[in-house]
């Protein structure tokens, strides 16, 4: 489950293969996908992580995720 921090905050920024997820102007976390990204968007508590492929993750947290598509 994410830090509600992270929520509120709702700022993600893509960098190729990474997103970096921000709790605060100064406070960021990075998730590593190993494909490129080409956007992220916040959906409630879930991070929405749309890959080049043309793929869908899911992420509940930082390191869980479902893939649709």
């Known amino acids: 489950m994410w830090d509600p ?3 509120q ?3 993600v920024r893509v960098e190729y293969t990474r997103v970096r ?3 605060d102007r100064y406070n960021s ?3 590593e996908t190993g494909t490129p990204v080409q956007m992220a968007l916040w ?3 879930i991070l ?3 890959l080049g ?5 899911r992420y509940k947290d930082r390191v869980n995720y479902s ?3």
Do not use: L, P
């Not at 492929?53 to 993750?57: C, D, E, P, T, Y």
């Open 43 to 45: 959906s409630g508590d």
């Open 9 to 11: 905050c709702g700022v």
């Open 67 to 69: 893939t649709m598509g």
């Open 5 to 7: 921090k992270f929520i």
């Open 29 to 31: 976390i990075v998730i």
């Open 21 to 23: 997820v921000y709790k």
């Open 48 to 50: 929405n992580v749309y």
């Open 53 to 57: 492929n043309g793929k869908v993750r």
